[in-house]
């Protein structure tokens, strides 16, 4: 007997994850007037709304408005606790909806895009064949292109045992429903710094153990610096050059107790593993369909400023987000999302539906936003990577503690703010401040960066007294304007 022939459903474009990229990339293309299909084996929206983003930032928000009213005198004598952790939890399912994606869903079919559930593997050039949990398959065929925006999942460490005792990764970390005792977090960057102050101020006990000297080690040295005195402000144990060697769990107590390579062991109710993420390509068929290709490609995809693979022939296959492996953050999928649609829709003829710029043209400057306390925000290239680019680089840094805004903003006001500037062409190449706000203060030094805006020109926007803002104005001060 023979097999009935598989029915095969054509599509412009076929998206592989419903993330910040993968709805982005769909609302845009289908808005385009490209038909899409977006496959999706978990819920829609991705890490960022139910265990990464969007939850952290939930958990973070409550310890950092009652910081923010401590630091005034007048409202402090009005703040009498610490945050109530099963509000603080109540909130953040609000936001997240336990992993309910039916608004999400809806949004996606409103925008034009047909979603279909199931595991997406690439099944030959332009096929995508998608598994269903109840293991039925469909074939979904691309005329124009597949976009693989799948994200990224965790790097796991090679500590003895760690397989074996239920570890928390930043899934876990952003969806726990009770406050552990005792938390201890292996890791140095972002992931670690945000859950660390987050459980810390729910009440945990944290203890940092970061391999290296530095907190944020790719960041200007000032706002790693200044994260781990605010770290230790609250409590948190941060030890520096300490490497965990094995971990294990009393099945009796549910106690882990982590060997050090200092000869310590540290006991805990869990252990965080923040050591990175790396793309999410395993299982996704490249090796199928690209010959030569590995099975995955941990260091992501070699992709164009618009996502499409460079190493595919034929051009049609696209990555972005996570996996592309140039960023892990969600503005930056969704920007890559918007490059990849104009360039899909500008090769079916349709430019004017998605406006007149064209990706390529410019280059990107995304900021980065850490929301511990204080915050930390970054553009561009700090003077390391602006010198080993090649730039002449000039340097203009001041406390934003002596700015008359931030000193009304919080008493005490703490912060540092850093400018790389390109000394030949005199232009802002990068910027990092920390201290409250800096998280909003950032889009200013994203704009001057991507616009490419000369110090002579910067020096005729002034920014309001008495705004923490100001800060821009010391630094061109600073600069010796
Ligand atoms: C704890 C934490 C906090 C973070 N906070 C921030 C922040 O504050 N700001 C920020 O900008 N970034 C933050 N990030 C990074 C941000 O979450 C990611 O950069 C962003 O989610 C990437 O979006 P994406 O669309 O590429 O991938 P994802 O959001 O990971 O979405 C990928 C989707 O693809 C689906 N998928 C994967 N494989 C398949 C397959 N084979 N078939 C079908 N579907 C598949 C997945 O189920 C998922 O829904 C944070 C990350 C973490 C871990
Ligand atoms: N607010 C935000 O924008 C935000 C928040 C969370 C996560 N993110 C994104 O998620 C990504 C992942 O975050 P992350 O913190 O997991 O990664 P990361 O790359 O920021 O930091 C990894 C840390 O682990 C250390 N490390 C690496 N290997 C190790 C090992 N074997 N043992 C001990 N330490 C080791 C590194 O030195 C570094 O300190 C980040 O790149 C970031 O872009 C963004």
Not at 212 to 234: F, H, K, Y
Request: hydrophobic content about 45%; some cysteine; aromatic content about 4%.
């Amino acid at each position: 007997m023979t097999e009935p022939e598989e029915t095969v459903e054509t599509y412009d474009v076929v998206v592989i994850g419903a993330g910040p990229g993968g709805e982005v990339l769909a609302d845009r293309a289908a808005h385009a007037g490209l038909s899409v299909a977006v496959v999706e084996d978990g819920a829609v929206g991705g890490a960022c709304s139910y265990t990464a983003c969007v939850p952290s930032k939930a958990l973070l928000r409550p310890g950092a408005a009652l910081a923010s009213a401590r630091a005034v005198d007048g409202a402090r004598q009005s703040v009498t606790g610490p945050p109530e952790p099963e509000a603080v939890l109540a909130r953040r399912d609000r936001f997240t909806g336990r992993g309910d994606d039916s608004g999400q869903a809806a949004w996606l079919t409103a925008a034009g895009a047909t979603l279909v559930r199931g595991r997406g593997r690439l099944d030959g050039e332009r096929r995508v064949r998608v598994t269903a949990t109840d293991g039925a398959t469909r074939v979904l065929r691309a005329g124009r292109a597949v976009v693989l925006a799948t994200g990224s999942e965790p790097v796991m460490p090679d500590i003895d045992g760690l397989d074996r005792i239920g570890v928390w990764t930043s899934e876990r970390a952003t969806t726990a429903d009770a406050v552990p005792d005792r938390l201890v977090v292996v890791g140095g960057g972002v992931v670690a710094c945000e859950t660390a102050t987050a459980w810390r101020s729910l009440g945990a006990e944290v203890t940092l153990l970061v391999r290296g000297r530095a907190l944020l080690s790719d960041w200007e040295p000032c706002a790693g610096e200044e994260i781990a005195r605010g770290l230790t402000g609250l409590g948190i144990g941060v030890r520096f050059g300490v490497t965990a060697l094995a971990a294990a769990r009393d099945a009796d107590t549910g106690e882990v107790s982590v060997t050090t390579d200092d000869g310590g062991v540290l006991r805990c109710d869990e252990l965080l593993v923040a050591v990175g993420r790396r793309p999410r390509t395993a299982g996704l068929g490249l090796e199928d369909v690209v010959p030569g290709h590995p099975a995955s490609a941990p260091a992501g995809l070699p992709v164009d400023d618009t996502g499409r693979v460079t190493s595919v022939p034929g051009g049609w296959l696209y990555a972005i987000g996570d996996v592309s492996g140039r960023s892990h953050l969600t503005h930056l999928a969704k920007y890559q999302a918007r490059a990849c649609a104009a360039a899909l829709a500008a090769d079916a003829g349709r430019p004017a539906a998605v406006g007149s710029w064209q990706p390529g043209t410019v280059r990107a400057a995304a900021a980065q936003a850490v929301f511990t306390l204080p915050e930390a925000a970054s553009v561009g290239l700090t003077e390391r990577a602006a010198r080993q680019a090649g730039f002449t680089v000039r340097t203009a840094e001041y406390r934003t503690d002596d700015v008359a805004g931030a000193a009304l903003h919080a008493d005490g006001y703490r912060g540092h703010a850093k400018l790389v500037v390109d000394a030949e062409r005199r232009v802002v190449l990068g910027c990092t401040l920390t201290g409250p706000m800096a998280t909003e203060l950032i889009h200013t030094a994203t704009v001057a960066v991507a616009g490419e805006v000369p110090l002579d020109r910067l020096w005729h926007a002034v920014p309001a007294f008495p705004t923490v803002s100001e800060i821009w104005l010391r630094l061109l001060e600073a600069y010796g304007l």
